[in-house]
């Protein structure tokens, strides 16, 4: 044969991926909760998510690490002059699909509903990327996020 597994090689077994997939789709499913949790209630606090390595494109809008990204979150809520856009912001996550990623990331699309100001019969309908990187306290952080309404 011409082609030689290298010396210590050994391919990773069907179950070892499906348990990587299993274990990602565990920290979407955790991580997709506590976020629009937090969103919905107190957005400020998700500054804390973010690491100095972080982006955000929240509409047309990018933003990197984690102050310039609370700022970005805070534009998307408030005008200008510091009054909220909306009485009430409620993330209805409807679906996600989660994959792992090289050096124990996972990366997440979540499809939902936005409910805006109570208006459940007409929620506008986003999709958000995250990239989520792995602390050595074993909880993650987003290293990349991107928001978009679906219109």
Known sequence: SLYQEPRGYRAHPIHTNKMAQ????????????HYYQTFDTNPPALA???QEPSWM??????YSGPQAIG???HEFLF????KPKFTSIQHQPQGFDAQPTANGGVIVLVTGGLVIDGN???PMMFSQVFQLMPLPNGSYYILNDIFKLNV
């Open 57 to 62: 494109t929240i509409g047309d809008n990018t």
């Open 22 to 33: 299993d274990q990602a789709k565990q920290v979407a499913d955790a991580f997709i909760k």
């Open 120 to 122: 459940n019969e007409t």
């Open 48 to 50: 804390s998510l973010y």
């Open 71 to 73: 700022k970005g979150i």
């Open 79 to 82: 005008t200008e002059e510091g």
